[in-house]
C-alpha cells in the first residue's frame, strides 16, 4: 500500500518554473515506479513523466520534453517534477500515481492545482 501526496502547485505566469512534489508513505514506495498525470478542465487525463523505481528510465511525453523533469529521492521517500518555460496548456491538475504492474497505476494522489496564465 502506498499513500501519494501532491504539493507545489501554484498560478504562474507564462515562461516561469514550479517544482512539483509528490510525498509518499508505505513501505513499498521505493519498488514502484512512479508517474506525474494531468488533466485540464474537459480534457481527458494525459501522461506526462514517468521514473522507474531506482531513479532511471526517465520518460516523458513530447509535449513537456525539454521542459519538465522527473527525478526522486527514495531516502525522503518523494518524486519531483521540475516544470521549466511553463505555457498556458500546461494548466491543469497534476497527479502522481504508482505503478503496481507494467502501464498499471493504482495508488494515486489528491492532485495539485497548476495555473499557467498568458
Known amino acids: 500500500q502506498v499513500q501519494l501526496v501532491e504539493s507545489g502547485g501554484g498560478l504562474v505566469q507564462a515562461g516561469d518554473s514550479l517544482r512539483l512534489s509528490c510525498a509518499a508513505s508505505g513501505p513499498t514506495f521505493s519498488t514502484h515506479n512512479i508517474g506525474w498525470f494531468r488533466q485540464a478542465p474537459g480534457k481527458e487525463r494525459e501522461f506526462v513523466a514517468a521514473?522507474?523505481?531506482?531513479?532511471?528510465?526517465?520518460y516523458y511525453v513530447d509535449s513537456v520534453k525539454g521542459r519538465f523533469t522527473i527525478s526522486r529521492d527514495n531516502a525522503k521517500n518523494t518524486v519531483y517534477l521540475q516544470m521549466n518555460s511553463l505555457k498556458p496548456e500546461d494548466t491543469a491538475v497534476y497527479y502522481c500515481a504508482a505503478e503496481t504492474t507494467p502501464t498499471e497505476y493504482d495508488y494515486w494522489g489528491q492532485g495539485t492545482q497548476v495555473t499557467v496564465s498568458s
Open positions: 521514473i522507474g523505481w531506482s531513479g532511471g528510465n526517465p
